[in-house]
Nanobody, 124 residues
Framework: QVQLVESGGGLVQAGGSLRLSCAVSGLPFSIYVMGWFRQAPGKEREFVAAISWSDDSTYYADSVKGRFTISRDNAKKTVYLQMNSLKPEDTAVYYC?????????????????WGQGTQVTVSS
């Protein structure tokens, strides 16, 4: 059974930092593209960041570039999202996702497995 379990969300003031983690089980983590998406109330789920499995290349949405960093630890089967300089507009439920493809994708329908999400709230 595949499981993706996010943790690390919470309430933080603008300018603060949070580190999200996503522990994965039930699939060969080292050959999966891993992504982070987020969904704010009343909005569609959007791409935040992704990391390839082949060479650890990273990709970011323009809105988070320079502030967020995605990384992975294959030994721990965990993907991380370090979020710095947080803004109120970063408030959302954050989801991690796994894609068994070779190419990194930026759309939700390309990802095969999803976590339940973790709430991030940034106060002004």
């Amino acid at each position: 059974q595949v499981q993706l379990v996010e943790s690390g969300g919470g309430l933080v003031q603008a300018g603060g930092s949070l580190r999200l983690s996503c522990a994965v089980s039930g699939l060969p983590f080292s050959i999966y593209v891993m992504g982070w998406f987020r969904q704010a109330p009343g909005k569609e789920r959007e791409f935040v960041a992704a990391i390839s499995w082949s060479d650890d290349s990273t990709y970011y949405a323009d809105s988070v570039k320079g502030r967020f960093t995605i990384s992975r630890d294959n030994a721990k089967k965990t993907v991380y999202l370090q979020m710095n300089s947080l803004k109120p507009e970063d408030t959302a439920v954050y989801y991690c996702a796994a894609d068994r493809g070779v190419v990194v994708h930026f759309t939700t329908h390309e990802y095969d497995f999803w976590g339940q999400g973790t709430q991030v709230t940034v106060s002004s």
